[in-house]
């Protein structure tokens, strides 16, 4: 019952706006995970991948590495940070790759993405929620988009 309970709270407002990225992510995740032939990873679906990375994921990491995980660090949580910081670092690799015509690193970036949101959304943000300070809140609130 608990379990129900927690997955039904609301997020805390000033997560919104990076939990609200975790959509489009999950969409583009969705959209690599439908290529089943690499013909069909042409250099526009890359080009197009680029523009996601640079435009809409870039700013997302940033704002948890520069903010969130700075502050979870301070706290304790350095599994959790070592965690996020490994995802980023593999999803950057795999979006390198696949923006040079890699399909399979294609494939691989939008399997990692997947689970890297789910993590996100199901044990990096409610421990931010739980331990992080007002302060820590309003910086990523005044860094997403609004």
């Known amino acids: 019952m608990l379990h ?3 997955l039904s709270m609301k997020r805390d407002p000033r997560l919104q706006g990076l939990s609200s990225e975790h959509h489009a992510a999950l969409v583009l995740a ?4 439908r290529l089943d032939d690499p013909a069909l990873w042409t250099p526009d ?12 994921l870039e700013p997302h990491f940033r704002t948890e590495e520069d903010v969130l995980l700075t502050a979870l660090r301070t706290a304790g949580a350095v599994r ?3 965690r996020v910081e490994s995802d980023h670092r593999a999803l950057r690799t795999f979006a390198a790759a696949a923006t ?3 399909f399979d690193a294609a494939k691989a970036f939008g399997e990692r993405l997947t689970a890297h949101v789910r993590f996100e959304e199901r044990e990096l943000f409610p421990r931010c929620e739980a331990e992080l300070s007002e302060e820590v809140l309003e910086a990523v609130f005044r860094r997403s988009p609004k």
């Open 80 to 82: 959790l940070v070592e």
């Open 45 to 56: 679906a890359a080009q197009s991948l680029r523009r996601a990375v640079e435009r809409e």
């Open 100 to 102: 040079n015509g890699d």
């Open 4 to 6: 129900r309970h927690r």
């Open 30 to 33: 969705r959209t690599l995970g």
